[in-house]
């Protein structure tokens, strides 16, 4: 198959590897020449790393099947992905673009803009649709396959397929909601967490999020180590599209300029690396997943998603030990 990737940024390089490895001929485009530059170094680091691990065969080969491109040239791909900054206008423009030139299908990456939006771009909205792939792309093993509302049953059948194509689960989501499906519950999470900062502290949090549910990393600190200020963006752009997800210590702390781990300090200091979790006395777990849970129900009950796809998505996508059903079935939130 014929993959352009638009933009070889931290996402867009990640994909165009993935698409390589697993045997496809793979254009990235960027409109700065550094990006490529990057991408195509960083592609080529990450594929020995993979040699000596032994999953990739032969890095040179691998690199060959991408060419690395400042020419939008995508007629004649199978797909095309875009994956460029999360504005609206940026995306719009390149979906225009590419869409006049290709017949394809055309998917986005976006994390938090609505599908069926984005659709308003393209010639053809029923060959559209969202593949939401997880940072980094090459290790993670979830991608959220979106439906917007004018997407067909054969483009929303052909990512499933695509993406499993890849040795990827693919996760459906047969609704566009705000977040799709992992974020929505992580977003309840972090949720929970915040309002918890008001009792206890963010160790105290940390330590049950991680001990309790299974989270790798606590969610305080995940919200640091992704940057205050990108959840803080994140957070206003979900309640401007009526999905609260309200955290008053997060403004607090952005509006300080604490950053988290980038700025060397948000909820947690970082200057001496990745702080360690040590705590005793935090809240019930159950306190924290509850939301989470509600969220994952009304996600099941509005038929976005099933519960076991629902299940195995929480697990790859957050890490989590045990899907948020089967957790909250032995913690007693669910029966
Ligand atoms: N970083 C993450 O953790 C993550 C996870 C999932 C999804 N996403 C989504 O993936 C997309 C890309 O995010 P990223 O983290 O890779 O961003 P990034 O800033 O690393 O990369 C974006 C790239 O797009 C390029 N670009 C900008 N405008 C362009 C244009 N008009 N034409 C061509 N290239 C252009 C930039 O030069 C840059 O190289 C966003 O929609 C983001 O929401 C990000």
Redesign the pocket.
């Given at each position: 198959m014929k993959v352009f990737v638009?933009?070889?940024?931290?996402?867009?390089?990640?994909i165009g590897q993935v698409f390589a490895m697993a045997g496809n001929q793979v254009t990235l485009?960027?409109?700065?020449e550094d990006?490529l530059r990057?991408?195509r170094e960083g592609i080529a680091w990450s594929l020995n790393k993979l040699r000596e691990k032994g999953v990739v065969k032969d890095p040179e080969e691998t690199l060959g099947r991408i060419s690395f491109s400042n020419s939008?040239e995508c007629g004649g791909s199978d797909l095309v992905i875009?994956?460029?900054?999360?504005?609206l206008k940026?995306?719009g423009?390149?979906l225009r673009?590419v869409s006049a030139k290709t017949k394809g299908v055309i998917a986005?990456?976006?994390?938090?803009?609505p599908i069926t939006e984005l659709s308003t771009f393209v010639k053809r909205p029923e060959r559209f649709l969202g593949m939401?792939?997880?940072?980094?792309p090459v290790l993670m093993k979830l991608v959220e396959v979106i439906r917007g509302e004018k997407t067909s049953d054969e483009t929303f059948q052909f990512g499933l397929r695509v993406v499993s194509s890849l040795g990827k689960y693919p996760l459906p989501v047969r609704k566009d909601v705000f977040g799709f499906v992992v974020n929505r519950v992580l977003f309840r999470l972090f949720t929970a967490g915040c309002s918890l900062l008001a009792l206890y502290t963010p160790e105290q949090i940390d330590y049950v999020a991680m001990n309790r549910l299974g989270m790798p990393m606590g969610l305080i600190m995940l919200l640091d180590y992704?940057g205050l200020d990108v959840n803080y963006n994140i957070a206003k752009e979900a309640s401007r599209r009526g999905f609260e997800f309200q955290c008053p210590p997060l403004e607090e702390r952005v509006k300080q300029g604490k950053l988290g781990a980038k700025s060397g300090e948000g909820f947690y200091n970082w200057s001496r690396g990745r702080p360690d979790i040590r705590a005793e006395g935090g809240p019930d777990p159950s306190i924290l997943l509850e939301p989470a849970v509600k969220e994952a129900l009304w996600l099941v009950r509005e038929g976005v998603v099933e519960e076991e796809e629902l299940e195995r998505g929480v697990e790859l996508g957050l890490g989590m030990k045990k899907g948020i059903f089967k957790l909250a079935r032995e913690l007693g939130v669910l029966s």
């Open positions: 638009v933009g070889a940024g931290v996402m867009g390089s990640g485009y960027d409109v700065r990006a990057k991408a939008l875009e994956a460029v900054f999360e504005d940026v995306k423009e390149v673009e986005t990456n976006t994390s938090s803009l939401h792939f997880f940072n980094p992704t």
